[in-house]
């Protein structure tokens, strides 16, 4: 079973910047058909915010463009998110996500597999 153990999160004012890790265990992230970013904040749904497939080509959802980058390093086997220009609608619980794989790397969290237990970014105005 994969795990994956997200860290990085914390406390921030609007406009600052947070970099998310995800490290994984008992898996090569370089096998992963897809790896993304998801947040949820209360009430709210899980929102794919940002995903990479095994040829490190990415999509981010809009409401994240030119703010967050979506990257990894294999050798690590490691996830980042990059996020910047932080907006307090940032503020959620941030999870990273696996598919092992074949399928579509899109940000539709039911394609998922393998989930960490979440980080949480508060973003204060």
């Known amino acids: 079973q994969v795990q994956l153990m997200e860290s990085g999160g914390g406390s921030v004012q609007a406009g600052g910047s947070l970099r998310l890790s995800c490290a994984a265990s008992?898996?090569?992230?370089?096998?992963?058909?897809?790896m993304g970013w998801f947040r949820q904040a209360p009430g709210k749904e899980r929102e794919g915010v940002a995903t990479?497939?095994?040829?490190?080509?990415?999509s981010y959802a809009d409401s994240v463009k030119a703010r967050f980058t979506i990257s990894k390093d294999n050798a690590k086997n490691t996830l980042y998110l990059q996020m910047s220009s932080l907006k307090p609608e940032d503020t959620a619980m941030y999870y990273c996500a696996l598919i092992r794989v074949g399928g579509v790397c899109s940000r539709a969290a039911g394609l998922f597999g393998s989930w960490g237990q979440g980080t949480q970014v508060i973003v204060s105005s």
């Open positions: 008992t898996y090569s992230i370089s096998s992963a058909a897809c």
């Open positions: 990479i497939d095994s040829e490190s080509r990415t």
